[in-house]
């Protein structure tokens, strides 16, 4: 007998398989991340026990949690740099330049829907896109000088500070903006999206243009230096410092990608730091982890998927750390 | 009544946009395919790979520098002249995504000629520039 999605059997409620496969999905996907390190530790070794495409598949399999887990955490590609060279036996060059591709694939697929519907805007992405994909060249270039022990520290670093901002960042759904920014005017940044909560077309605008805008460079840095998506650090500046509703925040952020991480991935290609065996079984993962995770978003509690990211986040972190010491 | 454009910026269609979807739109589903494809040509061994398959385990944790010794120093845009590889072949798709977003930008420089926007085209112009600048090869780095 089913009551309001409740199976009711012998007066006894319980929960329908359906749902309880939901529920052990992101534990599971989270859990399988890291369940395979021993296999793929002994596989690092000089002789190696799996075939090329053991392993392509197990990245494959793991790449679909982590899509699963990344579209439910609301952290895009970020997870992927930090768990794959900590659970993987590659050197974090090829980690990063698959990490960049997965990510700039992933918003290249995304920004179509996005532009459409209103919730990215071109006029507020293109300023901050030629910023962070300057900068993104130049982090490029400063990973590929450094020592790989110095970057690992810095992955590590990087990671923990996003674990906090994580825990301690506010959002705010509709930011109250002072108008008469002149950057904002002159380049008249502004728009209309449809609130489907509200049943209504929701104008906005941004300020505080130039800290937004030095903040990008940052971002672009670390992106390009470190590999990782930036959608953590650009939902933050769009929404808190200028203003940008939360969903146009966030739809800008996924199409900003297709500029800041563009511009990286390239230079990464020339240097060829892309070994096509990893980054196609990423790509292709990732994908459809993401569809997945689209698909259960609404059935998800944020708050769990949100602690298990940032448990996921440390744990990388500590392990990038390690491996940045030499431990 | 006059039906409103997604693209609205308050009263604006901003037609820019319109045209960038269309380019990433078109894009993403022929590069995503290209990527398939010539992965499916390298991993079914219709192509030998320049580094075989098998012996990738060997390399594959080792630094870029070492890792491109190895297969022979091919760094920029060399990998065109040996698509003969399956390795390299598999580039045709991952350089074509990596294009996207240029050739994004270089359709809606017209548009934003037309519509005399001059500070936002300036901004597409040079971004464009960053991106060919990058793609490129002429920057270089190393340890």
New interface residues.
Partial sequence: MLVNDRTIIRGRWRPPLSACIRRLLVPVSALSVFAVFPLLAM??G?A?V????G??LILFVITIGLGIIAVLGGVGGVLFVPIVSAVF???I??VRGAGL?MA??GS??A??AL????LA???LA??A??IA??AS?AG??WR?????NIVQIALGATIFSIAVVMLLARKSLFPAVREGNPITQ???I???YHEPSKKE?V?WTVFRTRRGFFMFIVIGLLAGMLGLGAGWANVPVLNLIMGAPLKVAVGTSMFLL??TD??????F????????????PS??GM?IGTKIGALLLPRVKPSVVRWIVIVMLCLAGVRALLKGFGI | MKK?S?????E?P?R??EQ??RV??T??KI??GI??I??FV??AGFLPGNIP??D???Y?????KE??HA?GG????SWLSLLRYG?FF??TG??F??G???IAYLRIVPVLFRKKER??LL??V??IA??L???S?V?H???
């Fill in positions: 596989d690092a000089s190696p799996l075939p090329w495409w392993w392509a036996p590659f050197h060059d090829f591709l700039l694939s290249l697929s920004s179509p532009l459409r519907k209103g805007n071109i006029r293109l300023p896109a030629l994909s300057t060249i490029a270039f590929l000088a450094l020592p790989t002159a380049l008249v502004s728009g209309v077309h104008p297709s500029s563009t511009s990286a991935a390239w230079i290609i020339n240097r060829g730091a892309v070994l096509p065996v990893m980054l196609i790509v292709s994908i | 409103r997604p693209y609205a910026t308050h604006t901003l820019e946009a960038y979807v990433l739109d894009g993403v590069g995503l990527l398939l010539t992965f390298y991993a398959l098998a990738l385990p060997r594959r944790h080792l630094p870029l890792f491109v297969q091919h760094t920029g845009w390795d598999s580039y991952i350089a995504l990596a996207i977003t240029t500070i936002f901004i597409v040079i971004e960053v991106l600048l990058a793609a090869g920057l780095a190393g340890h």
